[in-house]
């Protein structure tokens, strides 16, 4: 058990001491220039890793898909996406103000959209209305509760996209917990989009950093892109050693995080007043509720820190997410607090 559990994010994770070892050591170029030899390396990794021709190494997950909307879409036209995406509800509107294109949202089940329902609301080819330019899928779907979206829905808008002749991203920020839940090879997972981007810092304790994988042309004019948002950054290959870590040694561990959750979340459910979905709970979140005491929500917060216990609430919900920095030992902790609490 750690000084605090922290089930805040699977971002609050801290590098690990091979990581550390591996930023002193790394060989140091300049990214902007092209040579810096520790990024071209992982950014090659990413790549073949994922089945893709080419990867970008940028600061964030926001940065990465906000990059991919860009490339994808011309100012004024439409994105598909479900309607509790983190492009959508959580990247401070940046669709419409880098990409300048708006959003046609659908409401799916558990992050899951219907592939009929999308097909629906592609716009028809008329000059009153936006065009429709691509589809976008979270796996795992962060709001819904880190679910991991089945491959057969994947592949079934995948072939809505191309029957449209549209465009087709991945928002990956935790498709290695997909990958680690399902078992289902990387590439395979991949195969159907045009791009995707995946997060080195949640779950796999890199302290920086996403990559966005996908054809050479789109990657070469996503560096463009990445520059003109500030991105270029010089000697990244200190940061870049962590994801070639992160990548290589921390991948399968993200079954312990599944494992403690699934603790967390079935002790949650026999809490007195929680309400909470076990169907949800694939990964390494756990959303859950406890109805008509929303107003407490601030005092509890309070209480959990005093017993060491840090969480999130996100409007009516609480969410609690399992990481390398916790164990089953922080994991009793959190649920003796919430016991004590809610009773």
Same mark, same amino acid.
């Given at each position: 058990?750690?000084?605090?559990?922290?089930? $805040?994010?699977?971002?609050?994770?801290?590098?690990?001491?091979?990581?550390?070892?591996?930023?002193?050591?790394?060989?140091?170029?300049?990214?902007?220039?092209?040579?810096?030899?520790?990024?071209?390396?992982?950014?090659? @990794?990413?790549?073949?890793?994922?089945?893709?021709?080419?990867?970008?190494?940028?600061? /964030?997950?926001?940065?990465?898909? =906000?990059?991919? @909307?860009?490339?994808?879409?011309?100012?004024?036209?439409?994105?598909?996406?479900?309607?509790?995406?983190?492009?959508?509800?959580?990247?401070?509107?940046?669709?419409?103000?880098?990409?300048?294109?708006?959003?046609?949202?659908?409401?799916?089940?558990?992050?899951?959209?219907?592939?009929?329902?999308?097909e629906r609301l592609i716009r028809p080819s008329n000059i009153h209305n936006p065009?429709?330019?691509?589809?976008?899928?979270?796996?795992?779907?962060?709001?819904?509760g880190g679910t991991v979206i089945p491959q057969e829905n994947i592949a079934a808008?995948?072939?809505?996209?191309?029957?449209?002749?549209?465009?087709?991203?991945?928002?990956?920020?935790?498709?290695?917990?997909?990958?680690?839940?399902?078992?289902?090879?990387?590439?395979?997972?991949?195969?159907?989009?045009?791009?995707?981007?995946?997060?080195?810092?949640?779950?796999?304790?890199?302290?920086?950093?996403?990559?966005?994988?996908?054809?050479?042309?789109?990657?070469?004019?996503? $560096?463009?892109?990445?520059?003109?948002?500030?991105?270029?950054?010089? =000697? /990244?290959g200190l940061l870049a050693a962590c994801g070639i870590v992160s990548i290589t040694?921390?991948?399968?561990?993200?079954?312990?995080?599944?494992?403690?959750?699934?603790?967390?979340?079935?002790?949650?459910?026999?809490?007195?007043?929680?309400?909470?979905?076990?169907?949800?709970?694939?990964?390494?979140?756990?959303?859950?509720?406890?109805?008509?005491?929303?107003?407490?929500?601030?005092?509890? @917060?309070?209480?959990?820190?005093?017993?060491?216990?840090?969480?999130?609430?996100?409007?009516?919900?609480?969410?609690?997410?399992?990481?390398?920095?916790?164990?089953?030992?922080?994991? =009793?902790?959190?649920?003796?607090?919430?016991?004590?609490?809610?009773?």
């Amino acid at each position: 058990m750690h000084k605090v559990s922290d089930f $805040r994010s699977d971002t609050v994770t801290l590098p690990t001491p091979e990581m550390r070892e591996a930023m002193a050591m790394a060989e140091l170029g300049d990214d902007v220039l092209g040579t810096e030899p520790t990024v071209t390396k992982l950014e090659k @990794m990413t790549a073949d890793v994922l089945g893709k021709e080419a990867g970008l190494f940028v600061p /964030s997950g926001t940065m990465s898909n =906000q990059i991919a @909307m860009a490339l994808h879409c011309q100012p004024g036209q439409e994105i598909i996406c479900e309607f509790g995406a983190h492009t959508y509800n959580n990247e401070s509107g940046a669709l419409a103000y880098i990409a300048h294109a708006q959003v046609r949202p659908v409401h799916g089940e558990y992050g899951v959209m219907n592939p009929a329902e999308v097909e629906r609301l592609i716009r028809p080819s008329n000059i009153h209305n936006p065009r429709t330019a691509l589809i976008s899928v979270e796996n795992t779907h962060n709001a819904a509760g880190g679910t991991v979206i089945p491959q057969e829905n994947i592949a079934a808008l995948a072939e809505v996209a191309r029957r449209h002749h549209l465009k087709y991203h991945l928002d990956g920020a935790r498709l290695w917990n997909a990958h680690v839940a399902t078992g289902m090879p990387l590439k395979e997972m991949c195969a159907p989009f045009d791009t995707v981007s995946v997060c080195l810092s949640k779950g796999l304790c890199s302290p920086v950093g996403s990559v966005l994988v996908g054809g050479r042309d789109d990657i070469e004019r996503g $560096r463009y892109i990445r520059k003109q948002l500030g991105g270029g950054m010089r =000697q /990244s290959g200190l940061l870049a050693a962590c994801g070639i870590v992160s990548i290589t040694k921390m991948i399968d561990r993200l079954k312990d995080d599944h494992a403690n959750v699934k603790t967390l979340a079935e002790g949650l459910k026999k809490l007195k007043g929680v309400e909470l979905d076990l169907g949800t709970v694939h990964t390494n979140i756990v959303y859950f509720g406890v109805p008509g005491r929303e107003k407490e929500f601030d005092g509890w @917060m309070q209480r959990l820190a005093e017993k060491q216990v840090l969480a999130l609430y996100l409007g009516s919900r609480w969410r609690m997410v399992t990481h390398n920095d916790v164990d089953a030992e922080d994991v =009793q902790r959190a649920l003796a607090a919430w016991q004590e609490i809610l009773d």
